[in-house]
């Protein structure tokens, strides 16, 4: 009973709030964890956006998509998924924007900015040739490749997840996101 009550006088470590709030379902534990993140958050959104009010918006559609993902995914360290969640939601609002290539989603990875810089220094239209060029590269994958980068990049689903939704071997999926990363890069470096 007293160290219950200790408890809650004492900050809830992330993984506490993680697991009380797939528990419960209760929003109030998930906006405390996320308010503690939220400067980190805007901080990535606008280094992304670089408009302040486009980054706060983010940050708001950020907070409504973790009601469902953090639900139904089990995330071990929050604050660099968090980031890393961010991150991809910024690249896919500047993709949506600013280039449409075919129907094929475009790849985004930890380092994309390997790939593409977004820097104020350079001109949109550089991106977008950035953009377009991982695109073609992504369209010399082979499928199985192609599939389980996308799956596991831009949707950020676990390499377990990826299997049960491909019927690929759980060994071959780790196979081909890694053969799918480093060939992107071999193609990259040759534009």
Request: proline share 1%.
């Amino acid at each position: 009973m007293f160290l219950k009550l200790f408890r809650r006088h004492t900050a809830l470590t992330d993984a506490e709030y993680l697991s009380d709030y797939r528990r419960t379902g209760d929003l109030t534990l998930l906006g405390e964890l996320y308010e503690r993140n939220m400067d980190m958050v805007f901080a990535v959104c606008y280094k992304y956006l670089r408009h302040e009010e486009d980054a706060k918006d983010a940050v708001m559609q950020i907070f409504e998509q973790l009601i469902e993902r953090l639900r139904a995914h089990e995330v071990t360290h929050f604050k660099s998924w968090l980031h890393a969640v961010a991150r991809n939601h910024c690249l896919m609002q500047l993709r949506n924007q600013r280039v449409v290539v075919g129907d094929e989603a475009i790849f985004e990875q930890e380092s994309h900015e390997d790939f593409v810089a977004f820097d104020p220094v350079v001109e949109n239209f550089e991106v977008e040739k950035q953009l377009s060029d991982l695109g073609d590269c992504l369209q010399t994958l082979k499928v199985e490749q192609r599939r389980s980068v996308e799956l596991f990049y831009l949707q950020q689903l676990c390499y377990q997840q990826i299997a049960d939704d491909t019927g690929y071997d759980l060994r071959k999926v780790k196979s081909y996101i890694q053969n799918g990363k480093r060939n992107l890069k071999i193609c990259m470096e040759s534009k």
